[in-house]
C-alpha cells in the first residue's frame, strides 16, 4: 500500500520558516521524483518545487526561488522542503507528491500524492 504524508504544516509570522516533510511507503523511495505542490483558497493547486531521484536536480517556482529549499533524504524515505523568508501569500495548504517516470511542474505528471498539510502566514 502507498503511502505518502506531509507533515510540518501550522502557523507562522511573516519573515519566518517552516520545514516540511513528507514521508514515503510502499514505493521504491530512491527511484521516485518528488514535488511539492500548493493550494491556496479559491486557486489551482500550483507548482513549488521538485527534485530528482539522484538529487541531481531540482527545480523551484519563480515565486519561491531563492526562499525555499527542496532536498531529500534516501535513507529514510524522506523528502523536505524548507521555506525561509515566509509571505501571507505563501498561505496554502501543501501537498507532495511522487513519480517514478520524471520530474514535472503539472500536477498530473504525479501519480501519487499525500492529503495536504496548512501553511499559514500571518502578516
Known amino acids: 500500500q502507498v503511502q505518502v504524508v506531509e507533515s510540518g504544516g501550522g502557523l507562522v509570522q511573516a519573515g519566518g520558516s517552516l520545514r516540511l516533510s513528507c514521508a514515503v511507503s510502499?514505493?521504491?523511495?530512491?527511484?521516485?521524483?518528488m514535488g511539492w505542490f500548493r493550494q491556496a483558497p479559491g486557486k489551482e493547486r500550483e507548482f513549488v518545487a521538485a527534485i530528482s531521484w539522484s538529487r541531481s536536480r531540482t527545480d523551484y517556482a519563480d515565486t519561491v526561488k531563492g526562499r525555499f529549499t527542496i532536498s531529500r533524504d534516501n535513507a529514510v524515505r524522506t523528502v523536505y522542503l524548507e521555506m525561509n523568508s515566509l509571505k501571507p501569500e505563501d498561505t496554502a495548504v501543501y501537498y507532495c507528491a511522487a513519480d517514478p517516470r520524471a520530474m514535472g511542474r503539472m500536477p498530473h505528471q504525479y501519480t501519487y500524492w499525500g492529503q495536504g498539510t496548512r501553511v499559514t502566514v500571518s502578516s
Open positions: 510502499g514505493l521504491t523511495f530512491s527511484s521516485l521524483y
